[in-house]
């Protein structure tokens, strides 16, 4: 305990000394990253002060008092920051990691294929060796925020003869470079969230291989990890300040550039909390039909948000997590698809327009629309449930038919 | 609130469930349910003496144990897991805290002890031929004679109804009606005027009867037309706890379920190594889970005193009732052929899953009420 107060007062002293909001965001950063106060988890060779992750709220809290800005959190870079940290060499840490914390470098992340959704590891992008670089020839799909990202996580495929997960090696993309080629993609819900990226003869130097050949399914694994855990504090990190002054402009933008794609996703959860005030406002509320469906959503809703308390506080008490902390995924989707039933109900034949001629504007078209990617993005419902039976109900997995050397492997012909 | 069981209550529950699996194994349950008494006198006995379980929820100063619902719940669950056939709903649940919630202190240290020990067993008869588990539906009347009442009407769905010693009667005043002149009555189980009839019942493991009452001399419980309030009080606190009861029996499907899957073989392999298979058990648990969080979050809110109390048991009811009834359809349905069977288990807590969703009122009807009982802060 004293030791937090320690640290605690320490930051503080060295906040009141340093916090100059006069500095531009960049130069900011670079004082942080030499301090080791952006990032405090971090090892103290590389910006950090090998301090323990449990004590960073209390730590952002003296960045909150006096309104002081951190270390460029937000998009992909902490990942990449992340995987670098546990599977780099010195050589990457020192090229890329003050880059990432000053928010200089963006990042994306090249694994998804037009050929390999859920099945990751069926990977086909080709990384072959011309005895000087690593020529990479392929496709990746889903890539948010490559449009702008100066470097990709790429996974690709450097031995065709064995198993597909061993056959994949992880690399450090330059993603500026002429044989990379990247197109939006557009949904369904008329927004382009994410990318397709052309990748043609595109090189990569022998050293911008992260860890082992044939390591990238591992090395990867960390990576969506990170993706995971990073998911619950996305939205604390990316809170507008609201001040005004030059440098929190430039955190504004960087915020609003990485959160461009992200606008629509709480159309895709359902918007539950739209429900009940437009059943008030319709008139559709005095509906028993309708009444029935809003408890049904409700019930389903509260039940998942108690469910995730109860996984939350065994695992804040260290007691073992029961099944409820595996089923969130898969509650998010079944409370989805209820919203956007219950919404069309409401609206009746206003579900038929959008746009400005929409409910609210179009909003709650934008639901009805989007709802469908919620059982998909980051593991379909399919996954899920294969997920939850194998490990939480001990069920069998499918037999296999991709277990031999990649190359024999039936696989899409893109 | 709370979201886990403490350790305490975690050693608890597995004396409860140690206890059960000894007592009621399926085969217990078999004989028990061809009986018209539904219940074994002796495991009452033990389960009164020993667990002392039906003075669980009554306060230490009328002879209990003086713990909440949280308890009572973890009892409930285990009860309904092994498909345990007593009259610890009808007693404890039903009359106990029909008691507590409407009679005055005399009657509560007069009747509650009694209770407490298991020495007498007690039900609370509601509904009517009407099917409603609602004051409104009430129309048994209760009318004055000389200084006393007494009853004449009749109640249905009474669980236990045909043999406890005490029947705690929902009647109205005479000239009554809506939700005014609720009234609670005290009546022994032997009165002068009482009709019992067993029903037949689809749940053979849950026993109801018609109670008709014609001209039964009855002791007001609490005062004679405002016991409205403890209706619906009581009706909250069965939901809660048969919500509770629901999980347990669903939790014996699911497991039950699982396991058979992993060892029946179709086309050379294990039926739970089928995705049709595998995908159908993880929806069994996300409903289970779910319904369990409502369940348990109903519990915890009427021990702390929560003022969304109706709401919550309505939900915990919807979705309990749904649940339990969807897992127990599908769970025959992964059995196959023996899942339809009379000497496999399943179609016991099949048809506790239906009973279930009906009793205190059908998902749709507590769905319903709880949009009426909505508000801000749930």
Not at chain 1, 13 to 41: F, I, K, M, Y
Not at chain 2, 2 to 8: A, H, K, L, P, S
Not at chain 2, 285 to 297: F, G, P, V
Request: net charge negative.
């Amino acid at each position: 305990m004293s030791d937090l107060t320690a640290v605690k007062e320490e930051v503080r002293t060295w906040l009141q000394e340093n916090w100059d909001d006069s500095l531009s965001l960049v130069e900011w950063r670079n004082r942080l990253a030499d301090s080791g106060w952006g990032v405090p988890d971090w090892p103290r060779q590389w910006y950090g002060r090998d301090l323990p992750v449990a004590i960073l709220p209390e730590i952002e809290e003296e960045f909150a008092e006096i309104n002081a800005i951190g270390v460029a959190r937000s998009g992909i870079r902490m990942l990449a920051a992340a995987t670098i940290l546990e599977h780099g060499s010195d050589m990457h840490k020192k090229e890329f990691l003050r880059r990432i914390l000053t928010g200089e470098d963006t990042w994306c992340q090249l694994f998804s294929e037009p050929g390999s959704g859920s099945d990751l590891a069926g990977a086909t992008t080709r990384a072959d060796f011309d005895g000087e670089n690593w020529i990479i020839n392929g496709q990746k799909l889903w890539t948010t925020s490559a449009h702008h990202a100066d470097y990709g996580l790429l996974l690709a495929r450097t031995d065709w003869d064995v198993p597909k997960h061993q056959g994949l090696t992880y690399f450090i993309l330059d993603m500026t470079q002429p044989g990379v080629d990247v197109h939006q993609v557009k949904q369904m819900n008329g927004h382009a969230s994410f990318n397709q990226v052309f990748i043609t003869d595109a090189t990569i130097a022998p050293q911008h291989r992260v860890d082992e050949e044939g390591a990238g399914w591992r090395v990867a694994m960390t990576t969506l990890a990170h993706e995971r855990r990073n998911a619950d504090g996305m939205n604390r990190l990316n809170r507008d300040s609201g001040l005004p002054g030059a440098i929190y402009e430039e955190e504004r933008k960087e915020v609003a550039t990485v959160m461009e794609p992200y606008k629509w996703y709480p159309q895709r959860a359902g918007r539950v909390d739209l429900v009940m005030p437009r059943a008030q406002q319709t008139g559709r509320i005095e509906d028993a039909g309708i009444r029935q469906e809003i408890a049904k959503l409700l019930i389903m809703s509260k039940s998942a948000e108690w469910t995730a308390r109860r996984a939350r506080a065994a695992q804040e008490q260290g007691m073992p997590q029961g099944p409820e902390g595996s089923l969130g995924k898969l509650s998010a989707s079944n409370v989805a698809r209820q919203a956007s039933r219950v919404h069309t109900l409401i609206s009746g034949a206003d579900a038929l327009l959008t746009g400005s001629d929409g409910a609210m504007d179009g909003l709650i078209a934008e639901v009805l629309v989007s709802v469908p990617a919620v059982s998909i993005a980051g593991g379909t419902d399919e996954i899920q449930r294969n997920i939850i039976s194998e490990r939480v109900l001990g069920m069998e997995k499918e037999p296999r038919f991709d277990s031999g050397p990649f190359k024999d492997v039936p696989r899409n012909v893109i | 609130m709370q979201f886990v069981f403490t350790e305490e209550q975690h050693q608890f529950r597995e004396v409860v469930k140690r206890f059960l699996r000894d007592k009621s194994p399926t085969t217990e349950v078999r004989r028990l349910m061809e009986t018209d008494d539904g219940f074994d006198p002796v495991v009452w006995k033990q389960l009164s003496e020993e667990l002392a379980l039906p003075s669980l929820i009554v306060p230490e100063k009328y002879g209990g144990a003086g713990f909440g619902f949280v308890e009572l719940s973890i009892v409930m669950e285990e009860m309904g897991h092994s498909l345990l056939c007593a009259p610890y709903f009808s007693s404890v649940v039903l009359a106990a805290n029909a008691i507590l919630n409407a009679g005055t202190e005399e009657q509560k240290l007069d009747l509650l002890p009694q209770i407490a020990s298991g020495s007498i067993r007690a039900t609370l008869a509601v509904t009517e031929s009407s099917g409603r588990w609602e004051a409104t539906a009430v129309e048994l009347a209760a009318k004055t004679d000389g200084d006393g009442f007494i009853l004449q009407g009749e109640k249905c769905f009474v669980v236990d109804g045909h043999t406890a010693d005490k029947i705690i009667v929902v009647a109205r005043l005479e000239g009554s009606d809506g939700d005014s002149g609720i009234s609670f009555f005290v009546v022994d189980g032997e009165a002068p005027g009482i009709k019992k009839t067993l029903l037949k019942t689809v749940d053979p493991t849950r026993k109801l009867a018609r109670l008709e009452f014609d001209g039964v001399q009855a002791q007001p419980l609490g005062e004679p037309g405002a016991g409205l309030d403890a209706l619906n009080k009581t009706l909250d606190q069965a939901a809660i706890a048969l919500s509770n009861e629901m999980i347990g029996g669903t939790q014996y499907l699911m497991d039950s379920t699982v396991e058979y899957s992993k060892v029946r073989m179709q086309f050379g392999r294990v039926i739970g190594s089928f995705q049709a298979i595998k995908h159908k058990c993880a929806d069994m648990l996300i409903q289970l889970e779910l319904a369990k969080s409502a369940a348990y979050h109903a519990a915890a809110a009427l021990d702390e005193g929560d003022e969304n109390v109706p709401v919550l048991a309505s939900m915990a009811k919807s979705a309990a009732s749904d649940a339990y009834i969807q897992v127990a359809a599908d769970s025959i349905q992964v059995h196959g052929g023996i899942g339809f069977t009379w000497d496999q288990d399943t179609h016991l807590w099949f048809k506790r899953a239906k009973s279930s969703e009906v009793f205190l009122g059908d998902p749709a009807y507590h769905r319903e009420l709880m949009m009426q009982r909505w508000g801000e802060g749930i």
